[in-house]
């Protein structure tokens, strides 16, 4: 595989253009066939994505495209050497009473050369308007791609009556034997080395509240419960892989902890045995095991356990192999160390690591015996590339974004400042490259996630909101306010019916810190988010004796009771979040906005209806307020359709800090 990168001159970082930032990814989605001897990745080129399939053995020739038609290629992945699965998408209007202006899916088997397109499991035709968006939202998922077995795999139905159902589908006759009726309220399965269902999720209600039950099938057949969390404690305890040994389960548990560990299972005995990870500062997360019987002494040997650190998932390796080469790795790909300072939110206790702030590696697939291994490297300030080790030689594939300059992207940094109560918050700090910008203080936007039952990342923003905020000169702080999940059981729970409380002042306080930093300079602070960031953009222009010049407010809710009564009408959801979600609604103050704002949202989204801007923005209007609206057509609550729905995306934001904000700009 050939391919020239541009050269940046090395005097002054250039800033991306929109246009190079809303372009699809120029190559992206690695993944590998098991047996090493092919590579395949989605290759974007303007409004159009294809699937690009190469030989490993011969990355200097041409690869077989694989085109589609009305659809477009949004995930690829190897289940097999010799087939992919592939995932559609296309926008869908359901005509009835009304319209209903969403997305559609697909999931798709395909061969190498994209020859033969078979669904794995095909829908029967809908009878109700119900079922026919229902279909169009819902797809069957691969729950296990056997891969031990050359010819099957076992695949979740998400619709319809026979929905949780597990299949078993034969893919060279397509022909699927049902395994599994499901039950009501089951959350999902999990299988063992083997590919036997051995685990499962339930949820449910009782007169204590919403619990989750993880259960094991014995060998009758029968279901039986080991283990009860209740959400109102955020108890989280679940099964999440087997041991070599049948009767050994790995399980990850909160219970009784701020956070997760990972520990074996006697299921026979029903007893805990040895924690096998536990991280002083993170949750763990997953047990990583060489799943081919072809690895020999190998198979099922823990490779690595994963926790939810600085950058997400990430990996502590304990087999020696993918140690050493762990190690080789990085140090041909100059990935080094730096001190950073952690925080745990839940006692205040520190510690300064050695971590590689820049940019780190990922292991995305390997064959059985570890000899050939596809990874990729990113950072915040640093898009994602693709590598392979083969052969004992290391071959750089593809850059996501060639020509965007990363110096101009700035420095990403996990910072913690104390909220007025005195919690430690952590957040993500991209400071802006003083080459570009010159000193501090700078104009800055405060961007928190959505949510809020999420948590940031300090990999590469795809969604290219903090890339050009940073390149445009901004501070961006990215507060992992109170509520947030992944840091500490307290941390999460301290946001409960806190909304536009002490969730809000968290924001604020991030800010005010940023000021006392020299970092901010005061009057010239902005807040923009999406989706709750949204919500929290909303309850920043109307909460008086703010920090903010303007805000902005993607996809947000503004009336916190609709939204809930919309979404939370099963019992067990009802009793599990709704509680949590109490506060400020931003819509019955709209009238006494105390700050410019800029609102934007799309007509496809069904997660956070159009509506909710549209009613906060009808008020601020008719009350005289500085309030500008942006209707977006065919975006969803997503990742955009096309290229120029991204660019005006990207375009409205940057327009509007660079000269609105309430008068010449932020």
């Not at 989605?29 to 053995?57: C, K, N, Q």
């Not at 800055?444 to 795809?462: E, L, N, S």
């Not at 991030?510 to 919500?535: E, R, T, V």
Request: glycine share 8%; proline share 7%.
């Amino acid at each position: 595989m050939a391919a020239a990168f541009p050269a940046f001159a090395a005097d002054k970082p250039v800033a991306p253009t929109i246009e190079q930032m809303a372009a699809y990814p120029q190559f992206s989605g690695f993944t590998l066939s098991p047996d090493g001897r092919h590579i395949a990745a989605l290759r974007g080129t303007g409004e159009d994505r294809v699937i690009a399939v190469w030989d490993t053995d011969a990355l200097d020739k041409a690869p077989t495209l694989i085109g589609a038609s009305s659809m477009k290629f949004s995930a690829v992945q190897f289940i097999k050497n010799d087939r992919l699965a592939v995932v559609l998408t296309q926008p869908y209007d359901l005509r009835g009473g009304s319209v209903v202006k969403t997305f559609i899916s697909k999931l798709m088997i395909t061969d190498l050369e994209g020859k033969e397109w078979r669904e794995p499991l095909p829908q029967p035709r809908a009878a109700t308007r119900e079922a026919e968006l229902m279909q169009a939202l819902s797809n069957p998922t691969v729950l296990d791609s056997l891969p031990n077995d050359p010819h099957h795999i076992l695949v979740v139905n998400n619709t319809g009556r026979n929905e949780g159902d597990v299949y078993r589908v034969d893919l060279r006759t397509f022909k699927a034997e049902r395994i599994q009726m499901s039950e009501e309220r089951v959350a999902g399965y999990v299988t063992d080395l083997d590919g036997n269902l051995r685990a499962r999720l339930k949820q449910d209600v009782n007169p204590t509240g919403a619990y989750v039950s993880a259960e094991f099938r014995e060998p009758s057949g029968k279901w039986v419960e080991h283990f009860r969390s209740y959400v109102k404690n955020r108890d989280q305890t679940q099964i999440i892989g087997f041991s070599n040994d049948p009767n050994i389960a790995f399980v990850q548990s909160n219970e009784g902890e701020d956070k997760t560990v990972i520990y074996e299972y006697d299921i026979a005995a029903r007893t805990r045995k040895e924690v096998l990870f536990q991280h002083r500062f993170f949750n763990a997360g997953s047990v990583v095991t060489n799943p081919y019987r072809a690895a020999g002494e190998d198979f099922g040997q823990i490779l690595g356990l994963t926790y939810q650190g600085p950058r997400g998932d990430e990996v502590e390796w304990v087999h020696p192999k993918m140690r050493a080469l762990d190690a080789g790795l990085r140090q041909a790909m100059g990935i080094r160390n730096e001190k950073m300072r952690l925080v745990d939110p839940a006692t205040g206790a520190s510690a300064t690591i050695e971590y590689p702030v820049e940019k780190n590696l990922s292991v995305i697939a390997m064959t059985p015996d570890m000899s050939t291994v596809l990874v990729s490297v990113d950072g915040a300030s640093v898009p994602p590339e693709y590598h392979l080790f083969r052969n004992g030689q290391l071959t750089l594939l593809a850059k996501q974004y060639p020509d965007i300059d990363p110096r101009a992207l700035g420095r990403t940094e996990l910072v913690y400042y104390k909220a007025r109560d005195g919690l430690d918050i952590p957040a993500f700090l991209t400071r802006p490259n003083p080459e570009l910008c010159g000193p501090g203080p700078y104009n800055t936007v405060i961007h928190p996630h959505g949510g809020p039952w999420a948590r940031d990342t300090m990999d590469f923003d795809g969604s290219m909101w903090v890339p050009m905020l940073a390149s445009r000169c901004n501070v961006v702080l990215r507060p992992q306010y109170r509520g947030s999940q992944g840091w500490s059981r307290k941390l999460w729970m301290a946001g409960d019916a806190e909304w536009g409380g002490k969730m809000q002042d968290d924001k604020d306080d991030g800010a005010k810190w940023l000021i006392d930093q020299g970092l901010a300079k005061p009057g010239h602070i902005a807040m923009f988010g999406f989706s709750y960031g949204g919500y929290a953009a909303f309850a920043a222009s109307v909460r008086p004796n703010g920090l903010y010049k303007c805000a902005i407010a993607g996809a947000g809710v503004s009336d916190i009771r609709r939204i809930w009564s919309r979404f939370y009408t099963n019992p067990f959801f009802r009793q599990a979040q709704a509680p949590t979600v109490d506060g400020l609604s931003p819509l019955d103050k709209a009238e006494q906005m105390q700050i410019p704002l800029m609102v934007y949202h799309g007509d496809r989204d069904q997660t956070v209806p159009i509506e909710q801007s549209e009613w906060f923005v009808n008020k601020a209007k008719a009350a005289g307020k500085p309030v500008v609206y942006h209707e977006i057509k065919d975006y969803a609550h997503g990742p955009a359709w096309t290229r120029r729905i991204m660019a005006d995306q990207l375009r409205i934001i940057d327009n509007y800090l660079a000269s609105d904000c309430g008068g010449t700009g932020l």
